[in-house]
């Protein structure tokens, strides 16, 4: 004989093992989308920064490899074809074959020591001098370049990348680019366990 009482705990015990199953079952889901999302993102800044620092280095790196020197173009007399912050790229020439619409990185010494990228106007191989203008300037350039102070002519630029290049070359600029690509990558591991945890957790489900 079955008694009433034996069957309400078989009812008590059905629905136990029900929750304990839905429990079970809720322990094993992932959290969410949240968790993924945030990894994405955190892999997606690292890799950013990693990629404006390693393109700020090689900016300046590979170009020496090829036997050019760059320079930081500080003021805005040759805007708008070179822009301020533009990285210029020099080889060295002949100063007598350089030509009319040649830009010329040079030193001025009445003007102090740092390298002047302005465009040539003329060239007279007979007194060894060059005259020169910024593009963005009225009047030329008061002092003719002489043949001795011409570094280099431009065969290339890189707008608006130069100072975020050239503060990488100092002893503190190496450092900062250090500690940039170190937390780029932690960025990146960081993003890269998140997005993975719920890939381990749906692996989960499944089995």
Same mark, same amino acid.
């Given at each position: 004989?079955?008694?009433?009482?034996?069957?309400?705990?078989?009812?008590?015990?059905?629905?136990?093992?029900?929750?304990?199953?839905?429990?079970?079952?809720?322990?094993?889901?992932?959290?969410?989308?949240?968790?993924? =999302?945030?990894?994405?993102?955190?892999?997606?800044?690292?890799?950013?920064?990693?990629?404006?620092?390693?393109?700020?280095?090689?900016? /300046?790196?590979?170009?020496?490899?090829?036997?050019?020197?760059?320079?930081?173009?500080?003021?805005?007399?040759?805007?708008?074809?070179?822009?301020?912050?533009?990285?210029?790229?020099?080889?060295? #020439?002949?100063?007598? /074959?350089?030509? =009319?619409?040649?830009?010329?990185?040079?030193?001025?010494?009445?003007?102090?020591? #740092?390298?002047? #990228?302005?465009?040539?106007?003329? &060239?007279?191989?007979?007194?060894? $001098?060059?005259? $020169?203008?910024?593009?963005? &300037?009225? &009047?030329?350039?008061?002092?003719?370049? =002489?043949?001795?102070?011409?570094?280099?002519?431009?065969? &290339?630029?890189?707008?608006?990348?130069?100072? =975020?290049?050239?503060?990488?070359?100092?002893?503190?600029?190496?450092?900062?680019?250090?500690?940039?690509?170190?937390?780029?990558? /932690? /960025?990146?591991?960081?993003?890269?366990?998140?997005?993975? $945890?719920?890939?381990?957790?749906?692996?989960?489900?499944?089995?």
């Amino acid at each position: 004989m079955i008694r009433i009482v034996d069957i309400a705990g078989a009812i008590d015990m059905s629905r136990v093992e029900r929750n304990t199953s839905i429990y079970e079952e809720n322990k094993t889901k992932p959290s969410g989308g949240g968790m993924k =999302t945030t990894g994405r993102i955190m892999h997606g800044a690292g890799i950013i920064l990693m990629s404006i620092v390693v393109a700020a280095c090689l900016t /300046l790196a590979i170009p020496k490899l090829v036997g050019y020197d760059g320079y930081v173009v500080v003021s805005g007399s040759m805007e708008p074809n070179i822009p301020v912050g533009s990285i210029v790229y020099s080889e060295k #020439t002949d100063p007598a /074959l350089l030509r =009319t619409g040649d830009v010329i990185v040079f030193v001025d010494e009445l003007r102090g020591t #740092t390298p002047i #990228t302005h465009r040539v106007v003329s &060239n007279n191989p007979f007194t060894g $001098t060059i005259i $020169t203008k910024g593009d963005a &300037n009225e &009047n030329q350039d008061v002092n003719p370049v =002489t043949y001795d102070s011409v570094i280099g002519k431009v065969v &290339n630029h890189v707008p608006r990348i130069g100072f =975020t290049a050239a503060m990488f070359t100092s002893k503190l600029g190496k450092l900062i680019a250090a500690l940039i690509l170190l937390e780029a990558w /932690l /960025l990146m591991e960081v993003g890269r366990r998140l997005k993975g $945890t719920d890939r381990g957790s749906e692996k989960q489900i499944e089995s």
